[in-house]
């Protein structure tokens, strides 16, 4: 066998071996979620809006480690008793719903024979608001949607954010994956209300997640 020849099969065998490691799956996530928001034009945020969020993925395995995961799906964020630069001394909450996009790169470390996996994921998602209610600090129940004359202004319609976190889950060896809790947080980049943007000021959301679900292999 020719030096080429050789050379040739060794690249087909390089390419082969991690091809055959690759997998999709397919699957949903789904858990409570807990935002606040700061910046600038808040100028005290003492607790968290409590909601929910669910996320359809589909991931793609490159190897025994790494990975890539585009996902959909709906989340509620927010604020609880929050102080505007505008509004005096009153305390507002927001609750902010979002149709989001994230996509992430993951690295999964499996130990205890492959059964469990820990993946420590992080990239950008793009959120799409679908609406913002608000109240008065003390109240219980949101009372209004959010618009030009609430504290605050209106919702902007796109929000960039970085999420970032580790799912923990179980590997079975047909493929498919429960994940037992994947713990995560998402940094807002963009500003929330039109108010804080008018004022050159900022206003972001701070989001932590706790999602659990499952996952089933393409082929």
Not at 158 to 171: L, M, T, Y
Request: charged share 15%; hydrophobic share 40%; net charge negative.
């Amino acid at each position: 066998m020719t030096g080429r020849a050789l050379a040739v099969l060794g690249m087909v065998l390089v390419t082969a071996a991690p091809a055959q490691a690759q997998r999709s799956h397919l699957g949903l996530l789904a858990g409570p979620t807990a935002g606040t928001m700061s910046g600038s034009y808040v100028s005290s945020a003492s607790g968290f809006e409590m909601g929910f969020s669910f996320l359809a993925t589909l991931d793609r395995e490159f190897g025994n480690v790494f990975g890539l995961t585009v996902g959909v799906g709906w989340t509620q964020k927010g604020g609880q008793k929050l102080t505007l630069t505008d509004a005096g001394n009153e305390t507002w909450g927001f609750r902010t719903q979002y149709l989001e996009v994230p996509i992430q790169a993951q690295a999964k470390f499996r130990f205890a024979g492959g059964r469990l996996s820990l993946a420590p994921h992080a990239g950008i998602a793009i959120g799409i608001a679908l609406g913002c209610s608000y109240k008065p600090g003390e109240q219980f129940e949101f009372e209004g949607e959010c618009d030009e004359t609430t504290p605050g202004g209106t919702l902007k319609e796109i929000e960039a954010s970085v999420p970032f976190g580790v799912a923990f889950s179980v590997e079975f060896p047909g493929g498919s994956r429960f994940t037992i809790v994947d713990a995560g947080y998402q940094l807002g980049l963009m500003n929330v209300f039109s108010a804080a943007s008018d004022a050159g000021q900022s206003a972001k959301n701070g989001l932590l997640s706790f999602r659990f679900g499952f996952a089933a292999p393409l082929y």
